[in-house]
């Protein structure tokens, strides 16, 4: 027996997409406690699988919506695409969204309020720093490789690059010396 997972997108009219996410071969022989369950690297492509999906579902829903103009108001249409790519706590995903223009003055916007530089998700920029703070960097790493599908970032030297710390009178510096 095999099985397959399949991702449902509920729409508001009641039309919703489906997606086959990923698909298991042959059950494993319980004669061994090793063939219970996913394995871990299977649960690592699962979830990577899912977080695309799901990205992707919203980027979808993100595309629908057209923006006011912030400079004349009036409606904006699409103007092009464009590919960010964001690494996320469940792995890196590529979106693509969107970038609008106005109709009235030709104002060009994105529709996002992301930072330019943003190429991770606050919560996985949180765990990178927690990690950090209890354990050496590589340490840290290797959880981060072992347990979740995130590719980047999880070498030590980027680690240390992207942990911040704060010095005595509150400013913030690159990662502490000698760490």
């Given at each position: 027996m095999?099985?397959?997972?399949?991702?449902v997108?509920?729409?508001?009219?009641?039309?919703?997409?489906?997606?086959?996410?990923?698909?298991?071969?042959?059950?494993?022989?319980?004669?061994?406690?090793?063939?219970?369950?996913l394995?871990?690297?299977?649960?690592?492509?699962?979830?990577?699988?899912?977080?695309?999906?799901?990205?992707a579902?919203?980027?979808?829903?993100?595309?629908?919506?057209?923006?006011?103009?912030?400079?004349?108001?009036?409606?904006?249409?699409?103007?092009?695409?464009?590919?960010?790519?964001?690494a996320?706590?469940?792995?890196?995903?590529t979106?693509?969204?969107?970038?609008?223009?106005?109709?009235?003055c030709g104002?060009?916007?994105?529709?996002?309020?992301?930072?330019?530089?943003?190429?991770?998700?606050?919560?996985?920029?949180?765990?990178?720093?927690?990690?950090?703070?209890?354990?050496?960097f590589?340490?840290?790493?290797?959880?981060?490789?072992?347990?979740l599908?995130?590719?980047a970032?999880?070498?030590?030297?980027?680690l240390?690059?992207?942990?911040?710390?704060?010095?005595d009178?509150?400013?913030?510096?690159?990662?502490?010396?000698?760490?």
């Open positions: 095999g099985c397959v997972l399949r991702l997108e509920t729409g508001t009219e009641g039309s919703g997409r489906d997606v086959d996410v990923m698909e298991f071969g042959p059950s494993r022989d319980l004669g061994e406690i090793s063939g219970l369950g394995t871990l690297c299977e649960a690592k492509q699962l979830l990577g699988r899912v977080q695309q999906e799901i990205v579902a919203q980027a979808r829903d993100h595309a629908v919506l057209r923006p006011q103009c912030p400079y004349c108001g009036g409606g904006c249409h699409v103007k092009d695409w464009q590919q960010h790519s964001v996320t706590l469940f792995g890196a995903v979106v693509r969204l969107p970038r609008f223009r106005c109709v009235g104002h060009s916007a994105t529709g996002i309020t992301w930072p330019s530089h943003c190429r991770s998700t606050p919560e996985l920029d949180q765990l990178r720093a927690h990690l950090s703070a209890l354990m050496p590589r340490v840290a790493a290797g959880v981060l490789f072992h347990l599908p995130v590719a970032g999880v070498s030590p030297e980027t240390q690059r992207l942990t911040a710390y704060e010095d009178d509150g400013n913030a510096h690159g990662a502490q010396p000698g760490r």
